[in-house]
């Protein structure tokens, strides 16, 4: 049995969270975080963290593969940004690629019926977080180490 894992989809404005199941079979669309400060995006963090009983996070990485060498990448900012909340909220980290989640998310917003501007941010959490628990279940990685 593996714990609840939290999927985090950062963004500038917006933080996507989702959750997995107790037995990291489905990932399910918790909430967006609009984003304030990092000390107070941290602390909604860890309420949900003890909330949801949450071992470790699954935080989506945008990987670019045409980003001139040397640049700070949007990759790079969301690690910068894990290194503070693993900080803030002590909890494993497992970066997962995030590559073309906003364009599934956008799909699966429209297949429920959410409306086009809506923030699909928790969705795209979803993604992040399903895709990994699918490639745990294929044995294709590892769990979150603590």
Known sequence: M???LLGIDHGLKRIGLAVSDANGIVARELMILHRRSKREDFAEIAAIVEREQIA??????PVS???PQGAYT???RVR????????AVPLP???WNEY???EEARELGREIGRHPREPIDDLAARIVLQTYLDALRDGLTTPPQR
């Open 93 to 95: 980290i497992v970066f």
């Open 74 to 76: 949007q990759a790079d």
């Open 100 to 102: 073309l989640t906003s």
């Open 56 to 61: 470790a996070f699954v935080v989506g990485l």
């Open 65 to 67: 593969y045409d980003a």
């Open 2 to 4: 593996i714990s609840r």
């Open 80 to 87: 910068n940004w894990a290194s503070k909340l693993a900080e």
